[in-house]
């Protein structure tokens, strides 16, 4: 009778262990995460392009005159971070100089081959709109410079000097047809994005029509953020003034992208809460287990819901123009902050979760790694230092007597 009883209670030991190995199995190929930071960072980037650009569309095209001081320097911000997008991509590649393969043998029914020809045409839209909005500037700045400044100022003023009002005129309706297809363009350069992840079955945390609806809209929240408080950190140590309704209306678009970003984030993870699929319990295990602190705590209350409160804040109390100013930037920092982390918990934290959808892996980025943090604060210092040469040719500001 004892032996019985202590076969039956090892039998039973022995289905707990299995249970529990059973719970945690991983397959061997789900142990790495194999797209890891500069994953994280590609589409980082192309999201500041397009929040840029967002800026500079609404003057242009659509004559918020209140945009006006940052206008150029938005189509500025875009081009040097649109010149290093692919950057994150050819350093993640074992072989990055395949990627020539996509021009010599192309394949337009290639998704992944599809950014190579949207960033083509996104960055001759953004050259061609810049050198017009500049042209009258650049036209002054040719008759004025002398050696290798003028042949080039030559080579981007098309070599002509006509600044008559038919010509400026003619400019303008040039900028604004750019603008206009510039728009979807942009969309369809970070949208593609969020298409990429959203077509990969495999991945129930990826795997949904809002993905790539919440990558755009997060996307122009990071990049208005970046041209706020890029603007006056640099207005502020160049000790010139700051246009404070340029601010409470740049603040005020802010608000209204990261709300409908927001919504979008909470309504995906409500309808995996509330469809509950075959993968519900990985999914609601990954959020509450791996990424509960990146998530919940980092993206949620700190990255989301404090600065919804602080825009609310800011739109509903009156407030002297420089508190107005300091929370805008700090706002706008914390919001930069929340995309890179939500980019992190849908690029990596997606691939913690094992096929087997019976166990999670780890994930701890490294200092001195290919994709490491290290490389990863190179890559990010590159487009400012792009930016600094490009303030060298084009002024970042326009005068009161300019366009």
């Known amino acids: 009778m004892n032996t019985l009883f202590a076969s039956t209670a090892f039998a039973s030991d022995s289905i707990g262990s299995a249970t ?3 719970s945690n199995f991983v397959f061997p190929n789900d142990l790495h995460v194999h797209w890891s930071m500069m994953i994280v960072l590609y589409p980082y980037i ?3 392009v397009d929040g840029a650009f967002i800026i500079a569309a609404l003057y242009y095209l659509f004559d918020v005159k209140s945009l006006r001081p940052v206008a150029r320097f938005s189509l500025l911000f875009a081009l040097a971070f649109l010149a290093i997008a692919t950057l994150p991509l050819l350093l993640h ?3 990055p100089e395949r990627n020539f393969n996509m021009l010599l043998t192309p394949s337009p029914s290639s998704a992944m081959a599809g950014f190579g020809y949207i960033y083509a045409v996104s960055m001759g839209v953004l050259v061609f709109i810049i050198l017009f909005v500049y042209r009258p500037v ?6 004025i410079s002398k050696g290798w400044l003028q042949v080039l100022y030559r080579a981007i003023t098309f070599d002509s000097i006509d600044l008559s009002e038919d010509a400026l005129k003619l400019d303008g309706k040039i900028i604004r047809f750019l603008v206009g297809i510039g728009i979807p363009i942009a969309a369809v350069l970070h949208g593609y994005v969020g298409f990429i992840f959203g077509g990969v079955k495999a991945n129930p945390t990826w795997s949904t029509p809002l993905m790539p609806v919440i990558f755009l809209f997060s996307a122009c929240v990071s990049g208005i953020s970046a041209i706020i408080l890029a603007y006056i950190i640099i207005r502020k140590f160049k000790a010139r003034p700051i ?10 678009t802010l608000t209204g992208f990261f709300i409908l970003a927001f919504s979008f984030e909470m309504l995906e993870v409500f309808s995996h809460s509330y469809l509950k699929t075959g993968y ?5 295990g990954l959020l509450n287990g791996p990424l509960a602190s990146s998530f919940w705590f980092w993206q949620v209350k700190i990255g989301s819901i404090l600065p919804l409160l602080v825009l609310g804040l800011m739109g509903i109390v009156k407030m002297r123009s420089y508190v107005y100013n300091f929370l805008a930037a700090g706002v706008s920092a914390i919001l930069l902050i929340q995309v ?17 959808a019976r166990g999670y892996t780890e994930f701890h980025p490294l ?10 604060i190179i890559v990010m210092a590159i487009p400012f230092a792009i930016l600094f040469v490009l303030g060298k040719i084009f002024p970042f500001w326009a005068e009161d007597n300019e366009v």
């Open 20 to 22: 529990m190995l059973i």
């Open 46 to 48: 192309t999201g500041l």
């Open 93 to 95: 590649l074992g072989r």
């Open 138 to 143: 650049l036209v002054e700045l040719r008759s």
């Open 243 to 252: 246009d404070h309704g340029c601010i409470i209306t740049m603040i005020k």
């Open 280 to 284: 519900h319990h990985m999914v609601e």
């Open 340 to 356: 890179l982390i939500m980019r992190w918990n849908v690029v990596i934290g997606g691939q913690l979760m094992s096929k087997s």
């Open 367 to 376: 200092w001195f790694d290919k994709e490491g943090i290290i490389a990863v």
